[in-house]
Every structure is written in C-alpha cells, then in structure tokens.
C-alpha cells in the first residue's frame, strides 16, 4: 500500500524548507516583485522536471537490477530524513539574501543540475516511497509529475510572500523547526514500521 501521508509530507517539507530554490526566489521576489521572478521560477520548474526525470530513471533501474539494494536506500535515505531534521532543528532563523542582477530562466534550470537538495529529494522519494509500490512507466512519469509540482512550488510561494515568509520565520524559528523537524523523524521511522 502506498504511504500517501507520509510521501507527502516528506515531499513538502523537503519543498517549503530553505533552500537555494526557495532563497533566491523569494529574495529575487523582494528585489524585483513577484512579476518579475516568474521567469526564474518557470526556468526553476523547468530544471526540476529534468533532474526529476533523471533521477527516477536512475533510482528504478538501481532498484530494478540491485534488488537487495532496497535496504540500504531505506537506511541511508532514513538517516538522511534524520539528518534533515538535526540541521532544520538547529538552523538559524537569518533568511536575509542580498542579490545583484536579476536572474533567468536559465539561471533558475541550471541551477537545479547543481542543487543536491533535489537530486536527495527525488532519489530519497522514489526509492523510498514510489518503487516499492509502482513499476510502471506511466506510474513513474506521473510521479515525476507530482514532486515537479510539489518541489517547484515551493520557490513559487516563497517568491509571492518574499519578505512575509522571512519575517514569518525569523518570528517563529524555534517554533516552525521543531514542527518540521518532527515530522522528518516521524518519516524516518515510519520506513520501518
């Protein structure tokens, strides 16, 4: 059976927490307005479909020729989800982000070929939650699909509250950490149960 919840909020958290996506989006927001960062997002969005694309054909044919490789993607990518958690548990509540020029499309799709967040992100997902269930070409596109969605989003709604966000967090660090943090701890261990 598919852990639906727990996909899902493994997907949004790893979407909604500081990244470089979601930094620059929401700092090229407060710099230029939201209008104006679209162009970066939609280039950010772009860039997430291929590495999405990439590394679920990677993480399908490991788990499909490396069968007993299963244990060790549960282990790692659980130690990682807890790893996560130390790191936004302990992160500072400082989001400031200075900039010079605007950025581009383009900017915003190569950065994703250098952002390790969402290649952990993708191979974390796929070979956690979505291969254990689903196979098929389709299904995987599909998936690919929705943590697209789901990760791009994030940088999309950073962008639109820019400096909201950022007051929001450095308000309420401690408070929004340990809830997040939680919830990365409650994904970790529910692989094992």
Same mark, same amino acid.
């Given at each position: 059976?598919?852990?639906?919840?727990?996909?899902?909020?493994?997907?949004?958290?790893?979407?909604?927490?500081?990244?470089?996506?979601?930094?620059? *989006?929401?700092?090229?927001?407060?710099? $230029?307005? &939201?209008?104006?960062?679209?162009?970066?997002?939609?280039? =950010? +969005? /772009?860039?997430?479909?291929?590495?999405?694309?990439?590394?679920?054909?990677?993480?399908?044919?490991?788990?499909?020729?490396?069968?007993?490789?299963?244990?060790?993607?549960?282990?790692?990518?659980?130690?990682?989800?807890?790893?996560?958690?130390?790191?936004?548990?302990?992160?500072?509540?400082?989001?400031?982000?200075?900039?010079?020029?605007?950025? *581009?499309?383009?900017?915003?799709?190569? $950065?994703? &070929?250098?952002?390790?967040?969402?290649?952990?992100?993708? =191979? +974390? /997902?796929?070979?956690?939650?979505?291969?254990?269930?689903?196979?098929?070409?389709?299904?995987?596109?599909?998936?690919?699909?929705?943590?697209?969605?789901?990760?791009?989003?994030?940088?999309?709604?950073?962008?639109?509250?820019?400096?909201?966000?950022?007051?929001?967090?450095?308000?309420?660090?401690?408070?929004?950490?340990?809830?997040?943090?939680?919830?990365?701890?409650?994904?970790?261990?529910?692989? &094992?149960?």
């Amino acid at each position: 059976m598919f852990p639906l919840y727990d996909f899902l909020i493994y997907c949004f958290i790893c979407a909604y927490t500081p990244g470089a996506n979601n930094l620059l *989006s929401m700092s090229n927001a407060a710099r $230029l307005g &939201f209008r104006r960062s679209v162009v970066f997002n939609l280039g =950010i +969005t /772009a860039g997430f479909f291929l590495v999405m694309s990439i590394c679920t054909f990677f993480s399908a044919t490991l788990y499909t020729l490396l069968p007993r490789v299963k244990i060790f993607m549960e282990i790692l990518g659980a130690l990682y989800m807890l790893y996560l958690a130390w790191k936004v548990w302990k992160s500072s509540g400082d989001l400031k982000g200075e900039g010079g020029r605007e950025v *581009s499309f383009w900017d915003g799709m190569f $950065l994703q &070929f250098m952002n390790p967040k969402i290649y952990i992100y993708a =191979i +974390t /997902a796929m070979s956690l939650y979505i291969l254990p269930v689903y196979s098929s070409p389709l299904a995987l596109f599909g998936f690919v699909l929705v943590l697209m969605v789901i990760g791009a989003s994030g940088s999309y709604v950073w962008a639109l509250f820019g400096a909201a966000f950022c007051r929001f967090f450095a308000r309420h660090t401690k408070a929004v950490n340990l809830v997040m943090a939680l919830l990365l701890v409650y994904c970790a261990v529910s692989l &094992f149960l």
